[in-house]
T-cell receptor, first 111, second 115 residues
């Protein structure tokens, strides 16, 4: 299983763009990268998933360089409600591969 | 779409009793579901992989006789904590993989408190 490394915490202010980077040096060919958001006492919520280059949806963008050894979750114009823990998962999703959660990044958005 | 529910959302029980937690994929079929536990201020720890129609696969260090998993249908997996003890108190979260898509979708979690 690919091990992931993220910053433990990040602070931001409302309206700013936040970029959270995840390192996954031993990612395998079949592995996808998925990001989740978790609020206290809730299950993780799917944010975005990608394999390479750039993926964008209505809430975030995911940037993956050519070597795929890292990925960056970009949250545009964060608000106070974006304060949460963010996890990146790496795993072979199409073979129902299990993924290991890293420690996640606690994002605190300040007014 | 891709909604996963858990029941109950919280449970308090006496030491020595058994507790069953249900995980349902409400609007999709899930051949594979995962069970996690999470302690306060910690990350999610994978306990086991639940496959419909077959035995669950447990992670190292997880007692299969204590945490019984049954994946009886494509929309339901259950986790039974047998003879629960205070150290089993935790937040239990399931996830389901939507077939042909591969993405994990998580339930809201079940808070277990063993007195």
């Amino acid at each position: 299983l690919a091990k992931t490394t993220q910053p433990i915490s990040m602070d931001s202010y409302e309206g700013q763009e936040v970029n959270i980077t995840c390192s996954h040096n031993n990612i395998a060919t079949n592995d996808y990268i998925t990001w989740y958001q978790q609020f206290p006492s809730q299950g993780p919520r799917f944010i975005i998933q990608g394999y390479k280059t750039k993926v964008t949806n209505e809430v975030a963008s995911l940037f993956i360089p050519a070597d795929r050894k890292s990925s960056t979750l970009s949250l545009p114009r964060v608000s106070l409600s974006d304060t949460a823990v963010y996890y990146c998962l790496v795993g072979d999703i199409f073979n129902a591969g299990k993924s290991t959660f890293g420690d996640g990044t606690t994002l605190t958005v300040k007014p | 779409g891709a909604v996963v529910s858990q029941h109950p959302s919280w449970v308090i029980c006496k030491s020595g009793t058994s507790v069953k937690i249900e995980c349902r994929s409400l609007d999709f079929q899930a051949t594979t579901m995962f069970w996690y536990r999470q302690f306060p201020k910690q990350s999610l720890m994978l306990m086991a992989t639940s496959n419909e129609g077959s035995k669950a696969t447990y992670e190292q260090g997880v007692e299969k006789d204590k945490f019984l998993i049954n994946h009886a249908s494509l929309t339901l997996s259950t986790l039974t904590v047998t003879s629960a003890h205070p150290e089993d108190s935790s937040f239990y979260i399931c996830s389901a993989i939507r077939d042909r898509e591969g993405t994990q979708y998580f339930g809201p979690g079940t808070r277990l408190l063993v007195l």
